[in-house]
């Protein structure tokens, strides 16, 4: 008998566990919604091999964010496994000036510049949450391209530099912080580096404070903010990145014009990512069809 009743207890837990993971991923999926005029397409984006340059003044165009690649490492010793994706992507573009941020001087930067965040970058427990947030002060600052060091580049950057702001697509729903383009001090990235404090929380585990406070889903939650805040023009301020053109979880020759190479280089995650990636894979079978995030 009690052991019966043991059981039925669980199948309660159980229950109540996948009604709740329903709804915050329901939730979570409505909010972060994409409006699907904001994805640039292969038809806007010219498609160059990786030895062709692309000039926007012959196109009529304007280029608005600079030629500024930023990384991040510990030290300016890139790690080996690293360093020829790297070097390969500035070899293809040498015009574009290249800023690699270590945590030493991402430090000095943040002190000099945006003295009064100093103290909440100080007090981050994890070093990849200074990681994450350096690259939203730099772009805001500067301008410029963020790109992580598991990224390679497959083709000139030139014909995407014409958009103000563009973030990548990613799964199961909202932006990456992989890769973000801005120009300097533009309206979006003021509001994401504003809006740290604000959301410096603990979730108790790794994966979900750093992905809530400074990564990938803080970064949506600032795209879904700007969205609302500004609904007639975000489309057309902060672009995205589709997988066609970005790469990231792409099958073979599912994006043959994609911009990018990717090598999936997550090191920080810990165990606890397994289980969110759990939640995104089977939880949206138990969402709504409506509900569930489009592919783009």
């Known amino acids: 008998m009690n052991r019966r ?8 837990i159980l229950a109540l566990f996948l009604v709740g993971t329903v709804l915050v991923l329901s939730s979570i999926t409505y909010y972060l919604a994409i409006d699907p005029n904001a994805y640039l397409t292969e038809l806007e984006v010219p498609i160059l091999d990786n030895g062709t340059r692309w000039d926007p003044a012959q196109h009529n165009q304007v280029q608005r964010i600079p030629k500024i690649i930023h990384q991040t490492w510990k030290t300016e010793e890139l790690p080996t496994r690293w360093q020829n994706i790297s070097t390969e992507c500035r070899e293809m573009m040498p015009d574009y000036e290249y800023k690699l941020w270590t945590d030493a001087g991402s430090r000095d930067f943040i002190a000099e510049h945006y003295p009064w965040f100093l103290e909440t970058f100080d007090g981050y427990k994890y070093n990849i949450q200074r990681a994450d947030v ?14 992580d ?57 790794n994966y979900p ?11 949506s939650a600032q795209y879904g903010i700007y969205t609302s805040s500004h609904p ?41 990512a397994a289980f969110i990636g759990f939640l995104g894979t089977w939880g949206k079978g138990l969402m709504p069809e409506a509900l569930q995030p489009q592919k783009i």
């Not at 799964?171 to 509001?191: A, E």
């Not at 997988?243 to 810990?270: D, I, R, V």
Request: net charge negative.
């Open 149 to 205: 060091l598991d990224i390679g580049c497959l083709r000139p950057m030139d014909p995407l530099l014409v958009y103000p702001v563009i973030l990548p697509k990613t799964i199961p729903v909202g932006v990456s912080n992989d890769l973000i383009f801005s120009t300097d001090h533009h309206p979006f990235m003021d509001q994401t580096i504003h809006n740290l404090n604000t959301f410096d929380h603990s979730w108790v585990l």
């Open 209 to 219: 404070t750093v992905m809530f406070s400074t990564g990938p889903m803080f970064l």
């Open 5 to 12: 009743r043991a059981f039925y207890i669980f199948l309660s």
């Open 232 to 272: 007639t023009t975000a489309a057309t301020d902060v672009r995205i990145l589709p997988k066609s053109l970005y790469g990231k979880n792409a099958k073979e020759g599912e994006a043959p014009n994609s911009f990018f190479s990717h090598f999936y280089g997550s090191s920080w995650h810990a165990d606890d």
């Open 134 to 147: 350096i690259r939203y002060f730099v772009l805001h600052h500067y301008g410029g391209i963020y790109i």
